[in-house]
Each structure stands twice: as C-alpha cells, then as structure tokens.
T-cell receptor, first 110, second 114 residues
Framework: GIQVEQSPPDLILQEGANSTLRCNFS?????LQWFHQNPWGQLINLFY???GTKQNGRLSATTVATERYSLLYISSSQTTDSGVYFC????????????FGTGTRLTIIP | KAGVTQTPRYLIKTRGQQVTLSCSPI?????VSWYQQTPGQGLQFLFE???????NKGNFPGRFSGRQFSNSRSEMNVSTLELGDSALYLC?????????????FGSGTRLTVV
C-alpha cells in the first residue's frame, strides 16, 4: 500500500518562529489534506490541497504532486499552534479511505 | 450547525467484553468513516458506510464491525476486547462518498481495555 511519511517527527519552537512540515507519499493520489489534532483529540481540517499552493492566515500549504510531497508552513507561531499535524491522502476519487502520515508533534514555547 | 457527535467520550472495559460506540454525522451527511488511533500504529482506517452500506473496510479482524442506520447515524462494535484495542476511535462524516467533500471528524471515543 501507499506509504506516507512526515518529517520531522517532533519540533520545538519559540513563540513567533516559523516552521515547515513535510509530507512525502509513495504513489499518486487523488487528494491530500492537512489536519491539526488538538489536545482533545479532534482532527481539524486545515487544507484540501491535491496540488498547488493555498494560504489561510498564518498557514499555507504547497503540494507538488509530480514529486509526491507536500509542505505545511506555519508563520509567527503561537502557543495555540501546538499539537500534532497530520497529512492524509485519498488514493482514488470516491474511495473515502484516508491514509494518514506518521504525524509531526509541534510544541510552541512561550 | 452541529458537528459530528461521538458518544461516549470515554469508556473503560474489561478484556473479553464487547463495546458499542456511536457516531452522529453532520445533518445531511450520508457518509461515515471510522478510524482507530494508537501510539504504535497511528491512525488507521476501520470502515466506511454510505447510505447504510459498507463500502470499504480496513485491515482489522472480524471482531470489529459496524453498521449505519437510515438516519445516517453509525455504530461500531468490538467484541471480545483485547488490551491492544485500547485506542482513540474517531469517526468522520462527509456529504458524498469521498473524503474531499467536507470531511469532518468528531472528538472521538477514548476506549481503555483493562
């Protein structure tokens, strides 16, 4: 099956710093999503991004489908950005199964 | 509008027992998927239901089963619980049978097997 790897596994930053999280996937995909898992366990969708670049406030994401990777950028980090970030891929349209990456645990220190 | 509601939030069960978890999707969403999250295996797909039919199943033993009702609410059942079934169980609902349409997760049910 498809492999989805994320790096780094852990990241500790000072408040105000910028960060880049990476997601590599081993096969072509129909869609890619980025999620933030909050301390209560809920997964919050950040981006649907099968290709190209999207921005939402301090967050932006870029997916280069031909090279099978995606990047999530967080600028001017805040303590509320702490948590685990997952990328997840949908292999085929109409196949609702998501294959999740290994996650990046981000800790923002005040 | 109300989000995806999972009940109960926490559950403690003994090995060998069975458990039923419930998921109420966002109003109008007809698709419900279930995932298991453990520290060792990460997030793994369990199964997906659309219009009361199971469309997809992950690589889990037959002790894991589910169903979906006509109002789109879904339940999953785990029989003969094992210690390794301790996990956060998450469900997600979407408008259509694709994770690309408003895929929204609930807060999960944390199951502890002792």
């Amino acid at each position: 099956g498809i492999q989805v790897e994320q790096s780094p596994p852990d990241l500790i930053l000072q408040e105000g710093a910028n960060s880049t999280l990476r997601c590599n996937f081993s096969d072509s995909v129909n869609n890619l999503q980025w999620f933030h898992q909050n301390p209560w366990g809920q997964l919050i969708n950040l981006f649907y991004i099968p290709s190209g670049t999207k921005q939402n406030g301090r967050l932006s994401a870029t997916t280069v489908a031909t090279e099978r990777y995606s990047l999530l950028y967080i600028s001017s980090s805040q303590t509320t950005d702490s948590g685990v970030y997952f990328c997840a891929v949908e292999l085929d349209f109409g196949n609702e199964k998501l294959t999740f990456g290994t996650g990046t645990r981000l800790t923002i220190i005040p | 509008k109300a989000g995806v509601t999972q009940t109960p939030r926490y559950l403690i069960k003994t090995r060998g027992q069975q458990v039923t978890l419930s998921c109420s999707p966002i109003s109008g969403h007809r698709s419900v998927s279930w995932y298991q999250q453990t520290p060792g295996q990460g997030l793994q797909f369990l199964f997906e239901y659309f219009s009361e039919t199971q469309r997809n199943k992950g690589n889990f033993p037959g002790r894991f089963s589910g169903r979906q009702f006509s109002n789109s609410r879904s339940e999953m059942n785990v029989s003969t619980l094992e210690l390794g079934d301790s996990a956060l169980y998450l469900c997600a609902s979407s408008l259509f049978a694709s994770a690309s349409y408003g895929y929204t997760f609930g807060s999960g049910t944390r199951l502890t097997v002792v």
